[in-house]
T-cell receptor, first 111, second 111 residues
């Protein structure tokens, strides 16, 4: 079964500290993985997708097929990074377009 | 360019009432999905569509119906509302795998 697991409900860090939001997945084929972010009372926004291998707002994420993980990292957290972060897997249907989300991790960055 | 538009933004229903949540996109996206967001549960896929006239069930389809008569519109119908359907509902669309654009959500309360 396809599944996305985000083990931490809440991650609290101080400004300037490194951040790692964990994501593990279960999928039988070749997955496409994404990170979405939702700032307070705003709509979800795409943050990263593994196929683009880019850095957005200082965040990076590497797909590790051996560990079935797609952890989100940032070396120095900023207060404006405080938000809910969702890891998502694409692959429910043959078109690969429906997303399965994890339960989300709230990141709280304090000064 | 409005993106994905959801109406209404807020709604209170009595148990047993029916209603339709509207979703429209102006990006000519082929793929559209409905999610519900609940505390501690993340986003769960209700129904999705890979094109006009084609819909399929997601993770939590019970109690909801959808149709896709045009590329632009993907309404979600609650035939007989239940308190368990109290949630925030998000519609999303994409032209290809993963990079979904989300609407601003509909906050539904069933009393």
């Amino acid at each position: 079964a396809q599944r996305v697991t985000q083990p931490e409900k809440l991650l609290s860090v101080f400004k300037g500290a490194p951040v790692e939001l964990k994501c593990n997945y279960s999928y039988s084929g070749s997955p496409e993985l994404f990170w979405y972010v939702q700032y307070s009372r705003q709509r979800l926004q795409l943050l990263l997708r593994h196929i683009s291998r880019e850095s957005i707002k200082g965040f990076t994420a590497d797909l590790n097929k051996g560990e079935t993980s797609f952890h989100l990292k940032k070396p120095f957290a900023q207060e404006e990074d405080s938000a809910m972060y969702y890891c998502a897997l694409s692959g429910l249907n043959q078109a690969g377009t429906a997303l399965i989300f994890g339960k989300g991790t709230t990141l709280s960055v304090s000064s | 360019n409005a993106g994905v538009t959801q109406t209404p933004k807020f709604q209170v229903l009595k148990t047993g009432q029916s209603m339709t949540l509207q979703c429209a996109q102006d990006m000519n996206h082929e793929y559209m999905s409905w999610y519900r967001q609940d505390p501690g549960m993340g986003l769960r896929l209700i129904h999705y569509s890979v094109g006009a006239g084609i819909t399929d069930q997601g993770e939590v389809p019970n109690g909801y119906n959808v149709s896709r008569s045009t590329t632009e519109d993907f309404p979600l119908r609650l035939l007989s509302a239940a308190p368990s359907q109290t949630s925030v509902y998000f519609c999303a669309s994409t032209s290809g795998p993963g990079g979904y654009t989300f609407g601003s959500g509909t906050r539904l309360t069933v009393v």
